[in-house]
């Protein structure tokens, strides 16, 4: 069983919309959940941190964690095509385990 | 903003030789990480290190790998007789399980 699964994508939406990006994971134990954001040959770069169930503000973006599902979640408001990258879903247990990491684009 | 440092950003090396992949963390960071992602793979942990020693590694880093703090700001990675395989990018990064950890903007290894 994959420890953190993505949908790959690519999920395509226009300018100004809200983009949805799912994340589920194995371990029940995982402490700790992640999204980073890396454009292409370039290094992951931290956007959201949460911890606790719920959901969690800063600016455009929203982080969703339901632990009992085993999911995580991360909404973009208002779109930007400088938004466009792949978004990475990440859990930490002892270490930082990544997903495969969802493609957005956004069209202008 | 605190950044972690690589170098080099590329490294064109034979097969068989050794590389050594450097990085300089934040200074106030006590955890270490060294990453590879394969292109169009996803990012795959190595090794994390605290206190000088090795913490946790993957099952990829086999004895092949090796890693150091040779001084008080320096992190490297030492792969010995390099493959082809061992083609991809290599991030370092610092930071914690609470607060995340910040990478650095890599080395792309390429072994001809």
């Known amino acids: 069983q994959k420890e953190v699964e993505q949908n790959s994508g690519p999920l395509s939406v226009p300018e100004g919309a809200i983009a949805s990006l799912n994340c589920t994971y194995s371990?029940?134990?995982?402490?700790?959940f992640f999204w980073y954001r890396q454009y292409s040959g370039k290094s992951p770069e931290l956007i959201m941190s949460?911890?606790?169930?719920g959901d969690k503000e800063d600016g455009r973006f929203t982080a969703q964690l339901n632990k009992a599902s085993q999911y995580v979640s991360l909404l973009i408001r208002d779109s930007q095509p400088s938004d466009s990258a792949t978004y990475l879903c990440?859990?930490?247990?002892?270490?930082?385990?990544f997903g495969k990491g969802t493609m957005l684009l956004v069209s202008p | 903003e605190p950044e972690v440092t690589q170098t080099p950003s590329h490294q064109v090396t034979q097969m068989g030789q050794e590389v050594i992949l450097r990085c300089v963390p934040i200074?106030?960071?006590?955890?270490f990480y060294w990453y590879r992602q394969i292109l169009g793979q996803k990012v795959e942990f190595l090794v994390s290190f605290y206190n000088n020693e090795i913490s946790e590694k993957s099952e990829i880093f086999d004895d092949q790998f090796s890693v150091e703090r040779p001084d008080g700001s320096n992190f490297t990675l030492k792969i010995r007789s390099t493959k082809l395989e061992d083609s991809a990018m290599y991030f370092c990064a610092s930071g914690s399980s609470n607060y995340g950890y910040t990478f650095g903007s890599g080395t792309r290894l390429t072994v001809v």
């Open positions: 371990d029940r134990v995982s402490q700790s």
């Open positions: 200074s106030n960071h006590l955890y």
């Open positions: 990440a859990v930490i247990r002892s270490t930082l385990t």
């Open positions: 949460i911890y606790s169930n």
